[in-house]
Every structure is written in structure tokens, then in C-alpha cells.
């Protein structure tokens, strides 16, 4: 079994200010995790993935995410937000299941960000 | 850049009606899914198609869903007899392998509203 929590559905940050949206996860096998961005009216667009070749994980935008399994974390940060980083943000884990893939999704959060 | 396709963007239906959403996966892509995303709540797995035939299945997707690869670009997710429910986000997603670190592209979703 696999989850996600997002913690905050909803976070405002000033422009400027550091961004931090938090995820943890459960996994019962080694997991693999994404950061998704969804603008409105469109689909979810990948920020950035852990697969294991590295801890620290860079996306775009500006965007990166830290894989901690001592915390079952993966929050991602940006040391300043933008205006446009006005999104829901979701975060999954992914994971193999009888051979496919299997990806569950946080409940989303969504970033205001105030000029 | 390819994406994912899906439409229509909205769709109004009455309970009791029949409903076919469209998405039209990444041409090179072999692995097909929909999720939904009821309002407030979280993006759910509803089910994976590979080689015309569907791979996994959530227990959201009961008889009443069905899935069909109709010609080499489409992807159709059908509800026979529609409650109010089914009133949900759906996305349509793609990817090049059934993988735990690949990457699935979404479609902008449908949203569907059920009377």
C-alpha cells in the first residue's frame, strides 16, 4: 500500500518569500516520487522526480525537492517565489505493482502568492 | 512539444446518460491511463491500458466504466449510465514505459458534471 499527505491545502506566500510545500509518503517498497504543477485549465506538468540517483533533486522553475527516508519526506522548495508560481501543486508516489506502474496523488496544494 | 489531448473541456450530461470522454495520448507513447479528481478531493487512478487491454483497475472502476483504444490515437473512457457521483476532473495521461520513474504526461482533463 502507498499514500501520500500533502499538509496545507491551501499556502500563501508573499513574492519573494521562500516557497515550501510539504509531502510525506508511505511505501512498503522502495518508492519514487514527483512534483507535479497544475496552472488552471491545463493538465498536470511535471516539476521534478526522484529516482533514486540523487537526494537532492533540481526542476524547473527554480524548483527542487529533497528525498529524506529518515522523515518519508519529499517537500519542495523555491528560495523565491514568483508570481507565476500560482498552481495547484501535487505530489505522488510511484511505485512497481505486478509489474506496472503504479501512481497514487496528494490532495493537492494550492500556492497563492501576494505582490 | 507532444501532449496529451482531451476532449471536451466540459461536458453537462444528465444522471442516467451515457458519456465518452476523448484523449488522444502522445503518438509514441504505449502505456494509457485515466484518474479523476473529484472537487476538493484527490487526483484518483482509475485505470491503465497497454496493448489493448486494460493492465489494472482501481474499485472505482466498476462495470459501469469501460476503456477503448478505437483506432492508433484515441483513448475513450465511457460511462454507460452516469450518477451524480461521477461528477468529476477527468485526466487522461500517457507514457513511454511502465516504468516506477517514468514520467506520465497529462491531458488538460474533462470536466464532467452530472444533473
Known amino acids: 500500500a502507498q499514500s501520500v499527505t500533502q499538509l496545507g491545502s491551501h499556502v500563501s506566500v508573499s513574492e519573494g518569500a521562500l516557497v515550501l510545500l510539504r509531502c510525506n509518503y508511505s511505501?512498503?517498497?522502495?518508492?519514487?516520487l514527483f512534483w507535479y504543477v497544475q496552472y488552471p485549465n491545463q493538465g498536470l506538468q511535471l516539476l521534478l522526480k526522484?529516482?533514486?540517483?540523487?537526494?537532492l533533486v533540481k526542476g524547473i522553475n527554480g524548483f527542487e525537492a529533497e528525498f529524506k527516508k529518515s522523515e518519508t519526506s519529499f517537500h519542495l522548495t523555491k528560495p523565491s517565489a514568483h508570481m507565476s508560481d500560482a498552481a495547484e501543486y501535487f505530489c505522488a508516489v510511484s511505485t512497481n505493482s505486478g509489474g506496472y506502474q503504479k501512481v497514487t496523488f496528494g490532495i493537492g496544494t494550492k500556492l497563492q502568492v501576494i505582490p | 512539444e507532444p501532449e496529451v489531448t482531451q476532449t471536451p473541456s466540459h461536458q453537462v450530461t444528465q444522471m442516467g446518460q451515457e458519456v465518452i470522454l476523448h484523449c488522444v495520448p502522445i503518438s509514441n507513447h504505449l502505456y494509457f491511463y485515466w484518474y479523476r479528481q473529484i472537487l476538493g478531493q484527490k487526483v484518483e487512478f482509475l485505470v491503465s491500458f497497454y496493448n489493448n487491454e486494460i493492465s489494472e483497475k482501481s474499485e472505482i472502476f466498476d462495470d459501469q466504466f469501460s476503456v477503448e483504444r478505437p483506432d492508433g490515437s484515441n483513448f475513450t473512457l465511457k460511462i454507460r449510465s452516469t450518477k451524480l457521483e461521477d461528477s468529476a476532473m477527468y485526466f487522461c495521461?500517457?507514457?513511454?514505459?511502465?516504468?516506477?520513474?517514468?514520467?506520465?504526461?497529462f491531458g488538460p482533463g474533462t470536466r464532467l458534471l452530472v444533473l
Open positions: 495521461a500517457s507514457s513511454e514505459s511502465n516504468l516506477p520513474t517514468e514520467t506520465q504526461y
Open positions: 526522484y529516482t533514486s540517483a540523487a537526494t
Open positions: 511505501s512498503s517498497v522502495p518508492p519514487y
